[in-house]
Structure formats: structure tokens, C-alpha cells
């Protein structure tokens, strides 16, 4: 996890702005830090942050190598078949950093076979100077964030969070512009003219969610047995199994449901089995002895892990809240509430322990139909299609909750069931088999490791728990929590107002219009661009998004 900036077009007098705002997201690579002036393009300048997970000395960026000496590389990610690509295309490589194989892919295939071949998470700019040109691409999924500046007067920007964006725009007089979040699963490319403007000449999807790779290296999906159950296994294992690629050390996140008890068993194993020097570490959130407090536990037991709980109250949710919007760039309630708890466990670890790389269970509802309001899809056919409206849109929720919570105390995320193999079997199964059955949800994926002795089959089959509720007192949820606090900081009046006030999504209780606030202060009018809508489940007649108010809800 790094953080990239990148601006071109602009005069040189500028720099000083830019270098202010490059600083916003020294949080995302506290390890070094990199940012110049191209000459050799002129009105080009490039940034980046560097956490440091590969201990190579060569790891810093822009990245240029004497093989390819015209061609520069910014890069937030982790690339997990660098090696595959090596061998496989006879690549000579300079700096032992895993993202160094793609200016490879680049050179030798362009940019387009370049991101197909990708396995990995990845946000990255390569600039061209021979050519006079620059390419953006992003991961399928949009696990590494990126953001672009788009002016009509051919300035453009990018960076890994839009803080250090919007700075940038104060001074542009007279300049229409918006900052939006770069689309995961595409590539561009824009030409630097003589004038050193710049303009956007081709931008194209080149990864379908759901789609089978065009290009090799990637599994051999003919290899797979006919069990269904063993493949699942097999996949998901080799998608924790690919993401150990670290000189850190690696922890997870364990809220006892089923999502991050899988990866942290799998974790563990697989940390058991390569002899890695230290014990994994596990931590838990909660409000006093909460559910997932407890689940989270007799997990932590069972599979063998140093184990911590953090125990959070409702002062902790005030001092915090403000701080999450600002990170989060959103104000979307339910990102907001879930983003609490994982935003004090974030910090928690930051500092108090060293572990650096943390696994987490994100994806898992999106890919196997988790969310309790699947239950109510009119149709096997329906719940596929909302799947796969939730993957294709995850950057802009759940994936950006885990990372920016992580990432405001310099943590590195990692998410095993948004793997690229891994998802693209589960999406190639019939419909009817991912949909909830017997009334579990997910019921496809526990199956697959039922009888295993992975986990407790209490917690292999628990039900689904709302993140913001699993973490808070039993009788009083998280949100009722800041929907008590907020009562007395919006007026009845301000409320009323709000659809004359923020037209775009106008908040309905006086929760959502506090977050509208926080986040309108620090990201004033892009809320068109980077809230689209609020998420809420479907197929289901509730005002609010909390899985609370779902008939199906389980939790006691």
C-alpha cells in the first residue's frame, strides 16, 4: 500500500500547491517519499509515498529502469504473479519490487494485454516521454484506490485519495473541474500536446467481472476437479496463499462471522505450514462483551492466534466520526457506520503492535450473495445481477471502507475473496446454486467447508451480522448510538431544508444530514461524483439501510 500523485499541464509557479497537497496522503506511505519535477516532459509532476512491504532498497518511486529509460511508473499495489510473469516471458529484473513487471508487460505488450495479464491490486501511471504520453489503469475491483481531476482546459490529475486533489483547485479561476473516482477494470490514455496540455484520447474497459481472462498466465480452470466444493477450497487457499508475499508482519481482522474467520483459519494454516518466524495476530472490535466480541474469541481459540480485543465506548464513536468522514470521502451512511469500528481497530494496531499487512474477509457478501436481503430476490436470475452490480460498484463502498480505514494509519489491506481466480469461478457456477438456501445465506461457500474442521460449526454457520451492529452493545446499535448525538446538532428547520440545500441526494434524517455536512466541509460540491447514490438493500421496504430492519434479521 503506497500512496501515487501525479498533475500535468500545470506552470511551474505552481509547485508549491502541489507539493502541499501531495502531502495530504503521506498516511498511505510513511516509509519514504518521492515527488519531482519532469523535465523531460516539462508541466509534469510526480509523487509518491512508499510503505514499504518488500524490503528492496530499489522500491522507491517513479520508477525507471535502464531498460526501458523513456518510461516512468507510479504504482500503488502488489502485482502476485510478478515471478510467473518473469519466468514465463523471460523478463530481467532491476529492483526485486513486484510492481517493476509491469513497465515489462508495457513495453512488451502495450497497455491493454499489460492490466489483462495483471494478477494483483493495482492503481498505476506510466508516463511515456518518448511518445509524449501517459497511461492510468486500474485492478478489476478497485481495491487500490485512485481518483482523477478532470479540468476543460486540459489539466489533469491523479491521485490515490481525492484530499490531495482537491486542494489543487482553489487557484483554478475561471476553470471548470471535478474530481471522480477512476473506474476499476479500465485503462487510459491521454496525449501530452506542444503546449503541454493534455487530452484524453482512449479509455476502455479491458476486464468483464465474471469473465474469464483472455490472456495467460493465469489457472488453468480445465485443471479443476468436478467437486465443487473442492475447488471452491482450492481457490480460496491460493488466494490467501498469493497474498503472504510480504517482509512484514501479517495480521487480520476477526469479527467471528463467517467471512473473517475463513481467511483468518486459512491464514494461520498456511502461516503454519511456510514456518513464517512469528504468530499471527488477530484483532477484534467491540462494545463490551458484543457478539462479535464473543464469536471472535472462541475463534481465535480454535485456530491458534495472538489474540487482542479492543474494546471501544460511545465516547470513542463521537471523537472519531468526524475524522472517519474526512478519510472516507463519502457520506454514505452505511459506509460511515460500519467504517467506525474498523477505523479504531485500525489505529489500534498501528499502535500497538507491528503488524503491518492486514487479511481481511471484504467481498465475500458482494461475490456469494451474503447480504440478508438476497433472500427476498424475486429470482436466482435477480440475485445474480445485483452480485453483480455490488462487485462492480464495491470501490465505492465496502472496498472503499477498508481501505481508507486501514490506510489512515498506514496499514496494507489485503481481501482473498476478491481474488481474480477465485471470483471468476464462483461467478461461472449456475445461478441457482450461489443464491441463499435453506434461508442461509451463503450457504455455498459454508457447504464448501463444512466438515473440514476449519472452523467451529457454530461460527462456520452463524448467521449474518450486521458489521455496524455485530461490534456494538446488543440492545443499542452503533447507529442508534450517533443518531442519539447528532439529535441536538441538526436543527428540525436545516432538515427540512435539505433538498433546497444539496439537491444531490438530500439527506432524510438528521444522521444523514450531519455526515452530509462533515463531508461537504472538506469536499464541497463533489458529492455528485463521489457519492452517487446511498447504498441500501433491495427487494425490501426499509428507510434505512441497517440489516436491522430486515424481517430476516437473526441477531438477538
Not at 501525479?6 to 500547491?17: H, L, P, S, T
Not at 488453468?220 to 467437486?227: Q, V
Request: charged letters at 25%.
Amino acid at each position: 500500500m503506497c500512496g501515487i500523485w501525479a498533475i500535468f499541464g500545470i506552470d511551474e509557479d505552481y509547485f508549491r500547491k502541489c507539493e502541499c497537497s501531495f502531502g495530504k496522503i503521506r498516511h498511505r506511505g510513511p516509509d519514504a517519499l518521492r515527488f519531482q519535477y519532469e523535465a523531460d516532459v516539462k508541466n509534469a509532476f510526480l509523487g509518491f509515498h512508499r510503505l514499504s512491504i518488500v524490503k528492496t532498497p530499489f522500491g522507491i518511486q517513479p520508477m525507471r529502469l535502464y531498460q526501458f529509460p523513456e518510461t516512468h511508473l507510479l504504482c500503488n499495489g502488489e502485482i502476485y504473479n510478478c515471478k510467473k510473469l518473469g519466468k514465463e516471458f523471460d523478463f530481467k529484473y532491476e529492483t526485486g519490487s513486484d510492481v517493476e513487471s509491469i513497465l515489462h508487460l508495457f513495453s512488451k505488450f502495450g497497455i491493454e494485454k499489460c492490466a489483462q495479464q495483471l494478477d494483483g491490486v493495482f492503481a498505476f501511471c506510466v508516463l511515456d516521454i518518448t511518445n509524449r504520453c501517459f497511461y492510468v489503469a486500474r485492478d478489476p475491483f478497485g481495491v487500490r484506490p485512485l481518483f482523477r481531476l478532470v479540468t476543460n482546459n486540459g489539466i489533469v490529475g491523479i491521485a490515490s485519495e481525492a484530499k490531495a486533489l482537491i486542494g489543487l483547485t482553489h487557484d483554478f479561476n475561471g476553470t471548470k473541474w471535478y474530481i471522480e473516482p477512476y473506474p476499476p477494470g479500465h485503462y487510459s490514455k491521454y496525449q501530452i500536446g506542444d503546449d503541454f496540455k493534455v487530452k484524453l484520447v482512449e479509455e476502455k474497459r479491458y476486464y468483464q467481472i465474471g469473465c474469464r481472462p483472455k490472456f495467460t498466465p493465469w489457472a488453468n480452470y480445465e485443471d479443476l476437479s468436478e467437486n465443487i466444493h473442492e475447488n471452491i477450497r482450492r481457490l480460496l487457499t491460493a488466494a490467501v496463499d498469493k497474498r503472504l508475499m510480504s517482509d512484514r508482519r501479517i495480521g487480520c481482522l476477526l469479527s467471528g462471522g463467517l467471512d473473517s474467520s475463513l481467511i483468518s483459519a486459512l491464514l494461520v494454516k498456511l502461516s503454519k505450514e511456510y514456518k513464517l518466524p512469528y504468530k499471527v495476530q488477530s484483532f477484534a472490535i467491540g462494545m463490551g462483551d458484543s457478539p462479535d466480541i464473543q464469536a471472535a474469541r472462541q475463534v481465535s481459540e480454535y485456530i491458534d492466534t495472538e489474540h487482542y480485543e479492543i474494546i471501544f465506548t460511545e465516547e470513542d464513536v463521537i471523537s472519531v466520526l468526524d475524522d472517519v468522514i474526512y478519510h472516507l470521502e463519502t457520506a454514505d451512511i452505511t459506509t460511515i457506520r460500519a467504517s467506525i469500528g474498523m477505523y479504531l481497530i485500525s489505529r489500534f494496531i498501528k499502535q500497538n503492535t507491528d503488524t503491518t499487512v492486514i487479511f481481511s474477509g471484504e467481498g465475500a457478501d458482494e461475490l456469494a450473495q451474503g447480504y440478508i436481503y438476497f433472500r427476498d430476490a424475486p429470482t436466482s436470475k435477480h440475485g445474480d445481477e445485483e452480485s453483480h452490480r455490488l462487485l462492480n460498484d464495491i470501490y465505492l463502498y465496502d472496498g472503499l471502507r477498508a481501505d481508507r480505514t486501514t490506510a489512515a494509519h498506514s496499514l496494507e489491506l489485503r481481501v482473498p475473496f476478491l481474488d481474480q481466480h477465485f471470483t471468476n469461478y464462483i461467478l461461472s457456477l449456475p445461478v441457482e446454486l450461489r443464491q441463499p438456501q435453506k434461508g442461509v445465506e451463503k450457504y455455498l461457500i459454508r457447504s464448501a467447508f463444512d466438515n473440514t474442521k476449519l472452523l467451529p460449526d457454530n461460527i462456520l454457520w452463524r448467521h449474518k451480522e450486521a458489521f455496524s451492529d455485530g461490534v456494538a452493545d446488543v440492545k443499542r446499535s452503533l447507529f442508534k448510538i450517533i443518531q442519539d448525538w447528532v439529535e441536538d446538532k441538526v436543527s428540525d428547520e436545516a432538515l427540512a431544508n435539505a433538498p433546497i440545500k444539496y439537491p444531490h441526494l438530500p439527506p432524510k434524517t438528521k444522521e444523514s444530514y450531519y455526515y452530509r455536512e462533515v463531508f461537504e466541509k472538506h469536499y464541497p460540491g463533489q458529492a455528485n461524483k463521489l457519492v452517487p447514490y446511498y447504498w441500501m438493500p433491495k427487494w425490501t421496504d426499509v428507510q434505512d439501510p441497517s440489516a436491522r430492519f430486515i424481517k430476516h434479521y437473526a441477531a438477538k
